[in-house]
Structure formats: structure tokens, C-alpha cells
């Protein structure tokens, strides 16, 4: 399965496009849509840029491996916003996070009202939680406004 198009406009708007390397909350130098160093060439470097053309080709490259951890760590079948809802996730808490989860866990055994409910478990920072709601109602079917992306 891959992300669909409203999936990764929602990713995208919940990481941050950024065509400057900037350091994230907790130091790490970062460029693009989320990606550092540990996603892969190119490594972001202080004051590298990149064009949106540029930015969006490494984001569509970085998803990749999120969508093929989420795929691997999912038993059950899920429908797409259920998928998007959890490679934003993984994306965000990084692929040995997500697949140790409960909201994997809760998916293997069939408790989709569990799995929704375990994305607020990763509630830090606290800023966090707004995105985590998000992906919840995403993961729900539920619309998701701009404002909780």
C-alpha cells in the first residue's frame, strides 16, 4: 500500500516544508519535510537548501521505507486512512518506535478502537498532541481539519 495523496499533503503539512536546513526541537539538523541525517543522503548541512521540486522528490524517496515498515508490521489489513494515519506515525516516532507500538500491537489483534486510542499514547513533547489527534481522526475516518494536521 502506499500513502495517498491526501496522506502525505497531510504529512507534509504536520512535519513542516522547509526549503532551508534548519535544527528541530531537539538539535538535529533538518531539511525538507522532516529529513535528517539518519533518513539518508543527503545529509542536511547548516545553511544547505533545497528547492520545493528538490524537497518534495526526497520526501516522496523518504516515505518509502515508513510505508514498508508499516506494511511489514501490520497482520491485519487496514483501509487507506487507517495506513496514512500510520505511516504519519512512523514517519514521526521512527520505524523501531512504530513497530513496537501499542497501536500496532492493538491492529495485529483486531482492536481498531484500541489502535486509535494508542496513538495518544506518544504524547511527547506535549506540543505533540495536537498532531496526534490528528492522526487519530485520520485513522478513525474522521475529517481531519487543517489545524489539527
Not at 528547492?51 to 489489513?77: C, G, H, I, N, Q
Not at 521512527?94 to 506518544?122: E, P, T, Y
Request: hydrophobic share 40%; aromatic share 6%.
Amino acid at each position: 500500500m502506499r500513502t495517498s495523496q491526501e496522506g502525505r499533503e497531510l504529512l507534509a503539512e504536520r512535519e513542516g516544508v522547509r526549503l532551508r536546513a534548519y535544527r528541530d526541537s531537539v538539535g538535529v539538523l533538518t531539511i525538507g519535510v522532516g529529513h535528517t541525517a539518519s533518513a539518508g543522503p543527503p545529509a542536511p548541512k547548516s545553511g544547505m537548501t533545497l528547492t520545493r521540486a528538490e524537497v518534495m522528490a526526497l520526501f516522496a524517496k523518504d516515505l518509502v521505507k515508513y510505508e514498508k515498515t508499516v506494511s511489514d508490521s501490520l497482520a491485519r489489513a487496514v483501509n487507506q486512512r487507517q495506513f496514512d494515519a500510520c505511516v504519519s506515525l512512523c514517519y514521526n516516532v521512527g520505524q523501531g518506535g512504530f513497530k513496537r507500538s501499542s497501536v500496532v500491537k492493538r491492529i495485529n489483534v483486531g482492536d481498531f478502537d484500541g489502535a486509535a486510542r494508542a496513538f495518544l499514547m506518544w504524547n511527547k513533547p506535549r506540543e505533540i498532541l495536537s498532531r496526534r489527534r490528528g492522526e487519530q481522526q485520520q485513522f478513525l475516518g474522521n475529517p481531519v481539519a487543517r489545524s489539527e494536521a
